[in-house]
Nanobody, 121 residues
């Protein structure tokens, strides 16, 4: 069984910063891609950023240059450093791992439960 637990959300003023973390635990053989998605009220879930096990990153145009994704494989953790936050960044942020559980020979997709980020003055 695999579990993802996010932390770091909260209320921040425009222009401020937050750092999100997501740690995976359980029967994990290997982690491939890690990523962050977000869903604002009344909108569909959208990609924020991803990072592969080789360190290649991909960002949504709306966050490129402001957000930085990183990973610590020793801790099975992915981070999202968010700077210069804007009100339109307000959303529930979900982490997503593509990982191979112990006992399987293919990767599966896992989601965290989400953490709320509110950008408001």
């Amino acid at each position: 069984q695999v579990q993802l637990v996010e932390s770091g959300g909260g209320l921040v003023q425009p222009g401020g910063s937050l750092r999100l973390s997501c740690a995976a635990s359980g029967s994990i053989f290997a982690i491939n891609r890690m990523g962050w998605y977000r869903q604002a009220p009344g909108k569909e879930r959208e990609l924020v950023a991803t990072i592969t096990n080789g360190g290649s990153t991909n960002y949504a145009d709306s966050v490129r240059g402001r957000f930085t994704i990183s990973r610590d494989d020793a801790k099975n953790t992915v981070y999202l450093q968010m700077n210069s936050l804007k009100p339109e960044d307000t959303a529930v942020y979900y982490c997503n791992f593509a990982l191979t559980p112990i006992g399987r020979d293919y990767a599966m997709n896992y989601w965290g439960k989400g953490t709320l980020v509110t950008v408001s003055s």
